[in-house]
């Protein structure tokens, strides 16, 4: 192995968020371990996120990896609509910036033959360099480019899931298990619901969300928004520990040709469309990532296996954007929360693959079959179509 003197590596992974974090760990596990750069143009890793998922996202022989991610975790979850409410038995965990940000430093710390270089962006990625804004170039055996959903470009038309969210600490005591989606509110911009996770005895993230045709949020409204449902739910802020705004690109239409993964650099994380179209979600796909390209020798990487994965994700990534279609161009806004109810209905193992892009034939079928949701319009489908081109 080349050692980082000369600025050269294994892995240079360029992006310092949740796809390149688990790459690294995972890479810094192996024995012997090989040379890993990890670039991130901020003066830390993680940015400012929490990232959740379910505990069946994890395979067994990782868990005991990612554990240390881990800031919250629940034996299950809630969602409420107006006429329906659902507990389901499904674990839930959440793994937060800060925490990452510990636990990537404290793998890096012993390892001297790998380099966090953070501060400094990449210039120029290429397939077997990377160029840094400052004029240094680091050269390696496999690049890795996740440089997140800023950076991502969709083939088709998109649209968008927006939020705003607060961690607040409480007066009394928070609730005791996650609501995904509380629906039960007004409906306006499309898709609306509340994320309500609570983190700590006294202390709740509580997300106002929107699945829109467009990307822009009011801050400064949605602020004030989360506090008077905090309010009616209960809950009264002392404080506010810390806010996180996003907006994800939730494309309408699946690319028309697979990503090329012949050679490198290998575009990754969300940049690369490894996330969920639909949820958003995107620590099981870079996880999934992450778990065949540690597996592999460095020289093999571009080989079948990766092609064998990237193809099962790019058919669940066709059938969630079929969902979009339906979802963003087949209901009026106000009436886009219809679909999400009666998804809920369906068997806890559905819901669990869906959210994991692992759906079965099954699935899909149970999901797109029998009686169509309420507000479904064929005639708004139509309208809107040029959007997405002709149906398909």
Same mark, same amino acid.
């Given at each position: 192995?080349? =050692?980082?003197?000369?600025?050269?590596?294994?892995?240079? @992974?360029?992006?310092? =968020?949740?796809?390149?974090?688990?790459?690294?760990? %995972?890479?810094?596990?192996?024995?012997?371990?090989?040379?890993?750069?990890?670039?991130?143009?901020?003066?830390?890793?993680?940015?400012?996120? %929490?990232?959740?998922?379910?505990?069946?996202?994890?395979?067994?022989?990782?868990?005991? @990896?990612?554990?240390?991610?881990?800031?919250a975790h629940w034996p299950g979850y809630?969602?409420?609509?107006?006429?329906? +409410?659902?507990?389901?038995?499904?674990?839930?965990?959440?793994?937060?910036?800060? $925490?990452?940000?510990?636990?990537?430093?404290?793998?890096?710390? /012993?390892?001297?033959?790998?380099? @966090?270089?953070?501060?400094? /962006?990449?210039?120029?990625?290429?397939?077997?360099?990377?160029?840094?804004?400052?004029?240094?170039?680091?050269?390696?055996?496999?690049?890795?480019?996740?440089r997140g959903p800023a950076s991502f470009?969709?083939? =088709?038309?998109?649209?968008?899931?927006?939020?705003?969210?607060?961690?607040? *600490?409480?007066?009394?005591?928070?609730?005791?298990?996650?609501?995904?989606?509380?629906?039960?509110? +007004?409906?306006?911009?499309?898709?609306?619901?509340?994320?309500? @996770?609570?983190?700590?005895?006294?202390?709740?993230?509580?997300?106002?969300?929107?699945?829109?045709?467009?990307?822009?949020?009011?801050?400064?409204?949605?602020?004030? +928004?989360?506090?008077?449902?905090?309010?009616?739910? /209960?809950?009264?802020?002392?404080?506010?520990?810390?806010?996180?705004?996003?907006?994800?690109?939730?494309?309408?239409?699946?690319?028309?040709?697979?990503?090329?993964?012949?050679?490198?650099?290998?575009?990754?994380?969300?940049?690369?469309?490894?996330?969920?179209? *639909? *949820?958003?979600?995107?620590?099981?796909?870079?996880?999934?990532?992450?778990?065949?390209?540690?597996? %592999?020798?460095?020289?093999?990487?571009?080989?079948?296996?990766? $092609?064998? %994965?990237?193809?099962?994700?790019?058919?669940?990534?066709?059938?969630?954007?079929?969902?979009?279609?339906?979802? !963003?161009?087949?209901?009026?806004?106000?009436?886009?929360?219809?679909?999400?109810? #009666? !998804?809920? *209905?369906?068997? +806890?193992?559905?819901?669990?693959? !869906?959210?994991?892009?692992?759906?079965?034939?099954?699935?899909?079928?149970?999901?797109?079959?029998?009686?169509?949701?309420?507000?479904?319009?064929?005639?708004?489908?139509?309208? #809107?179509?040029?959007?997405? /081109?002709?149906?398909?």
């Amino acid at each position: 192995m080349a =050692g980082p003197s000369d600025g050269r590596f294994d892995y240079a @992974l360029v992006g310092g =968020g949740l796809q390149n974090a688990l790459l690294a760990l %995972l890479l810094l596990a192996k024995r012997p371990r090989p040379h890993v750069a990890v670039i991130e143009r901020d003066s830390t890793i993680g940015g400012n996120h %929490l990232w959740s998922f379910h505990a069946d996202d994890v395979p067994e022989q990782v868990r005991a @990896l990612i554990e240390p991610l881990i800031v919250a975790h629940w034996p299950g979850y809630a969602v409420a609509y107006p006429s329906y +409410e659902r507990r389901l038995a499904s674990p839930y965990a959440s793994v937060s910036s800060a $925490r990452l940000q510990r636990v990537v430093e404290r793998a890096f710390a /012993g390892d001297s033959g790998s380099r @966090l270089l953070t501060g400094s /962006g990449a210039a120029k990625v290429e397939e077997h360099a990377v160029e840094l804004g400052d004029g240094r170039v680091i050269e390696a055996d496999v690049v890795v480019d996740a440089r997140g959903p800023a950076s991502f470009r969709a083939s =088709g038309p998109i649209s968008y899931q927006k939020f705003l969210g607060l961690e607040l *600490t409480l007066r009394d005591d928070a609730p005791a298990e996650p609501v995904l989606m509380d629906a039960r509110v +007004e409906q306006r911009d499309g898709y609306r619901f509340f994320y309500v @996770l609570p983190l700590g005895k006294r202390r709740v993230l509580i997300e106002d969300t929107y699945y829109s045709d467009h990307p822009e949020l009011d801050t400064n409204a949605l602020r004030r +928004e989360i506090i008077a449902y905090a309010r009616r739910q /209960g809950m009264v802020a002392e404080a506010i520990e810390r806010e996180e705004t996003g907006v994800l690109p939730l494309p309408l239409s699946a690319p028309a040709a697979p990503q090329a993964i012949d050679r490198g650099p290998l575009v990754a994380g969300y940049r690369g469309g490894w996330f969920h179209p *639909t *949820t958003g979600y995107s620590f099981p796909a870079a996880l999934r990532l992450a778990l065949t390209v540690a597996a %592999l020798p460095k020289a093999a990487v571009f080989g079948p296996e990766l $092609r064998t %994965l990237a193809a099962e994700h790019a058919r669940q990534v066709r059938f969630a954007t079929l969902l979009n279609r339906l979802l !963003f161009d087949a209901f009026p806004p106000e009436r886009r929360w219809h679909a999400l109810e #009666r !998804f809920y *209905t369906l068997p +806890e193992a559905t819901i669990r693959r !869906f959210y994991a892009l692992s759906t079965t034939g099954f699935d899909r079928a149970r999901i797109l079959c029998g009686r169509p949701p309420s507000g479904l319009s064929l005639r708004t489908f139509l309208r #809107r179509r040029d959007r997405t /081109g002709a149906p398909s």
